[in-house]
């Protein structure tokens, strides 16, 4: 299986205008474009390669629970609202495009595989318990007679109900099905476009027109002019030209190594829900897919220097032999079958990060200045939460379309690490 591609477009010389141009085919810009599409408006995407960066490796968990993290608590808030959108996001969706979404309300287990293990998981639980979260202890039988092929030598078990999944890969395809069918309205194409929705080029830079963002122009030549433009190409927003001067958007590439493997008929299910566990102090997770098959993750690392866990890995941005080798031993501690499946797949992409792990979303509003950049949102920075965030990231993209801004989310403005702020609002020079 290889990652999608684009396609070369028709409009790549060409000027196409929509209501929204969203800049990035991940998840995020797939959901956003489709909510904008949703409200009524026409909508360009603009990725030469839609679905094939981080959102093409990810797991899909959408934990809440399971993802807080300390001194992450205000995280929790935006995790919980997108959440709690996400049975009605996957069911509109599937009416929209009718196909499977890849979403499961399958529940997730936390796992300890020693006595420290055990202690960790337990402070953290105390930690959600103190913020309201569902989160339950059961004993090892409880959770082997649910699970019977966990390892009997686990030290401890905790049911989290709240915390499901989805298969990105097909969220994304059924995302770009829901979009190109809006697309064949004829009200509401774009035309030229690709799929009549978007085109397969890269952003090269912001375009300005009387102090305002007016659209993307392409680096094949294009341009796409529109009245909104939303930034959500991951860690190329940064640099991205023509951004407002004086904004800074420090975007880190943390890499992971992701494995997917096949069940063997005689082992299915491997597991039914999610398994998220600690062994030795490490995170590893399994997730079981309907079609039979399991991904494995995560290690994480952040340079050439950087660790992938405590006992190594690499940073590199392909996959990593350490990282693989850590999570097949980590996985078969917590499931030992799982020295039986069939290696599938071993795929590494680098998540875009900011020094807080929140995402950079909203309008660039800089306190000195007076209201915001004009046609201009941001949603990138989104780290192990992009595909959680999906349903709110467009929720909120479509509100300030609307000309609406929700207080509860101004702790994640673009601008928040922009230091000395300018008095007045402009592109960058070079760009102007």
């Known amino acids: 299986m290889v990652p999608p591609t684009g396609s070369p477009s028709a409009a790549a010389s060409a000027e196409l205008h929509a209501d929204v141009a ?3 085919g991940g998840v995020i810009g ?27 490796a990810a797991a899909g968990m959408l934990a809440p629970v399971s993802e807080l993290h300390y001194q992450e608590e205000d995280l929790l ?14 069911a509109d969706l599937s009416r929209d495009a009718p196909a499977d979404t890849g979403y499961l309300a399958t529940p997730t287990l936390a796992i300890g595989a020693d006595a420290a293990d055990r202690r960790a998981l337990m402070d953290l639980r105390a930690v959600q318990l103190a913020h309201g979260l569902e989160i339950e202890p059961l004993t090892v039988r409880e959770a082997r007679s649910r699970e019977p092929l966990l390892s009997p030598a686990i030290s401890c078990a905790l049911d989290i109900p709240a915390d499901h999944q989805v298969d990105p890969r097909k969220l994304v395809a059924c995302l770009r099905r829901a979009l190109a ?15 009549g929705f978007a085109v397969a080029d890269r952003a090269s830079s912001l375009v300005w027109e009387d102090g305002r963002v ?13 009245g909104e433009t939303v930034v959500a190409n991951g860690l190329q927003a940064a640099s991205l030209g023509g951004l407002p001067a004086g904004l800074r958007l420090p975007l880190r590439p943390v890499h992971g190594d992701i494995l997917r493997l096949r069940v063997p008929e ?11 566990g600690l062994v030795r102090g490490v995170p590893v997770y399994i997730v079981p897919r309907r079609d039979g098959t399991v991904v494995i993750g995560a290690t994480q690392r952040e340079d050439a220097l950087a660790a992938s ?14 990282g693989v ?40 509003d800089f306190p000195e200045s007076r209201g915001h950049v004009p046609g201009l949102i941001m949603a990138t920075g989104f780290f192990r939460h992009g595909v959680l965030l999906t349903p709110a990231a467009a929720t909120i993209c479509r509100d300030l379309m609307d000309g609406r801004t929700d207080p509860r989310w101004l702790p994640f403005s673009p601008a928040r690490f922009s230091g000395q702020r300018p008095s007045t609002v402009q592109p960058t020079k070079e760009h102007a």
């Open 181 to 195: 069918s809006h697309g064949e309205d004829p009200r509401s194409a774009v035309t030229g476009a690709l799929d």
């Open 214 to 226: 007016t659209g993307a122009r392409l680096a094949g030549g294009g341009l796409v002019t529109a």
């Open 22 to 24: 969203v800049i990035g």
């Open 77 to 90: 808030e935006l995790m919980l609202e997108s959440s709690g959108q996400w049975p009605a996001f996957a």
């Open 30 to 56: 797939h959901g956003i474009a489709w909510e904008a599409r949703r409200s009524g408006r026409s909508v360009v995407v603009i990725d030469d390669a839609p679905g094939s960066g981080a959102s093409w």
């Open 266 to 276: 005689h082992l299915r299910p491997l597991v039914t829900a999610t398994v998220r």
């Open 309 to 322: 866990g405590p006992e190594g890995g690499g940073g590199a941005a392909g996959v990593s032999a350490g």
């Open 325 to 364: 080798y850590q999570l097949l031993r980590d996985a078969q501690v917590l499931v030992p079958a799982v020295a039986e499946l069939e290696l599938l797949e071993s795929t590494a992409r680098a998540r875009p990060a900011t020094p807080d792990n929140a995402p950079l979303l909203g309008r660039v």
